[in-house]
């Protein structure tokens, strides 16, 4: 930790009692508060004091959080993004030293700007954030700053406030603060249970002080892994953009994050000191083309869709032969549902990169969506013969098959889907309802409470296994399906739950 070799501010002159002073911090004068910054940060933050939480503690906090967000949120899943922010978080990690947790990265399905880290290492970003960060760096340094917030374990520390109350409780709250059902400002919201909850959700609030501690481990961090610190300041100076526009849109990311000022002002020292005059080794080629491949998959699937028509139009506008405008478009006609303008683009787009399995892949998936099941299958499998490794080869390979009537093959390829890629919930879905219609319902309702498992539906999940469980005579299988039972949580086993 930065804060073991440092000396200790003292209580009158602590970073806290400075921040808080530049309330109104737009009329001071940025020159004198960088100063400020310099002389303080530098004075060191101080090694964190012992949490309140256990390891073990906070790691089942963690969980219950993870929960509460899933029941709240739908999560995009698609290998294709999160392939490459695990990657990122990754290199990230590999620099920060031995870590007790096990990070996982999540992508919600949001407009709203945000992105935060719940205990254990459980890191969320938001889908609007991640689509107007267009550089590798720019999603780094987010990662670095919420990544940090895990190694000094914020929430855990502030827990000893709210010690009194039960953990299922306190991951309700700290859930409800990051999804901004109220914000920070406001933490009183519909996952906080009445006026104590409120008053603890406060408690539980990043302070001036934790953002500025996140920025300078999450900044070291970032220049260990081979970022530039401009990314992390280009994409709060677009967050703040946001809150001209009215206090009711002021995004959440500045509510839960507060001092957004302030740490624009370090940052941007910090580059001064650290990064002007020093030359870096410019991405590789293929680095930078992979980020800017998902980027562009990431607005064309999943973008907001009016913002993502005008993007990709714009690009063709300016080169109507660009690979990645048209395969961009194409995706997101089909979500316009004007697939015979998607086809155009993406058969140009296919015309430029016949090798690239994913382009492939989306062509044959619109085909599948047009009723064209040959077509599909071919061009599917043909995506599976370059190497493709995308689920949605397979999954759309064997639904082609399955509605060509080619029932046995469909089976045996969606078999292979969940073999190669059992997180993803679709294929036991539909592999559950080819082999209900052959008869085994044993083994369909296992599937399909597989499905309701990683689609975080436990009442319904409860039901299949239940239903499976009493039809296998399978020794092997009961004990799978015994195992999963015990594996739900808690009040989904007693009681039930929404879903």
Request: net charge positive; aromatic share 8%; proline share 5%.
């Amino acid at each position: 930790m930065i804060g073991s070799t440092e000396k200790v501010i003292p209580r009158r002159f602590s970073l806290k009692v400075v921040i808080m002073q530049t309330k109104h911090i737009s009329r001071w004068p940025l020159k004198l508060l960088k100063i400020i910054l310099v002389v303080t940060v530098s004075i060191g933050l101080g090694a964190p004091p012992c949490p309140a939480l256990t390891i073990k503690e906070e790691k089942d906090l963690g969980r219950q959080v993870l929960r509460h967000v899933a029941g709240q949120y739908q999560f995009i899943t698609d290998p294709e993004i999160t392939g490459v922010i695990d990657r990122i978080g990754r290199k990230i990690l590999a620099v920060a030293g031995p870590q007790p947790f096990d990070y996982r990265f999540y992508v919600i399905r949001s407009d709203v700007y945000n992105a935060f880290a719940t205990p254990a290492g459980h890191v969320f970003i938001n889908s609007g954030l991640l689509e107007i960060m267009d550089t590798e760096d720019q999603l780094a340094g987010i990662l670095s700053h919420e990544i940090a917030h895990v190694i000094c374990r914020h929430i855990s520390r502030r827990i000893q406030k709210a010690k009194k109350v039960q953990i299922a409780t306190l991951a309700g709250m700290v859930a409800g603060i990051f999804l901004g059902m109220g914000g920070a400002a406001a933490p009183g919201n519909a996952l906080a249970v009445g006026s104590m909850a409120a008053g603890q959700s406060a408690m539980l609030s990043y302070s001036r002080k934790d953002e500025i501690q996140a920025d300078e481990i999450g900044l070291l961090n970032l220049s260990k892994a081979g970022y530039s610190a401009r990314g992390l300041l280009k994409v709060l100076k677009a967050i703040r953009s946001k809150q001209w526009f009215g206090s009711k849109q002021i995004p959440t990311y500045l509510k839960t994050h507060p001092a957004v000022e302030a740490r624009l002002a370090y940052i941007d020292t910090w580059i001064e000191r650290h990064e002007k005059g020093k030359k870096r080794p410019p991405p590789s080629n293929k680095t930078a083309n992979a980020y800017a491949r998902m980027h562009t998959y990431f607005i064309g699937r999943y973008g907001n869709l009016e913002r993502a028509l005008k993007h990709f139009r714009t690009i063709l506008a300016a080169n109507a032969n660009d690979p990645m405008g048209q395969y961009g478009l194409g995706l997101a006609l089909i979500r316009a549902n004007r697939l015979q303008e998607a086809e155009t683009h993406l058969k140009a787009a296919v015309s430029r990169m016949a090798l690239d399995p994913l382009v492939v892949k989306d062509l044959g998936r619109l085909y599948f969506l047009e009723g064209k099941w040959q077509a599909a299958g071919q061009t599917l499998q043909s995506a599976l013969d370059m190497g493709g490794k995308h689920p949605e080869i397979l999954f759309y390979l064997g639904r082609s098959q399955a509605e060509a009537g080619k029932k046995d093959q469909a089976i045996a390829t969606l078999e292979k889907l969940i073999a190669t890629h059992p997180d993803y919930p679709e294929g036991y879905y539909f592999l559950g309802q080819l082999v209900g219609e052959s008869g085994k319902l044993a083994r369909a309702h296992y599937y399909l409470g597989q499905f309701y498992l990683k689609k975080h539906q436990p009442r319904k999940a409860r039901f299949h296994i239940r239903r499976a469980l009493e039809k296998t005579t399978d020794p092997s299988l009961k004990d799978k399906l015994r195992q999963l039972l015990a594996d739900l949580p808690t009040a989904a086993r007693k009681s039930g739950s929404k879903n």
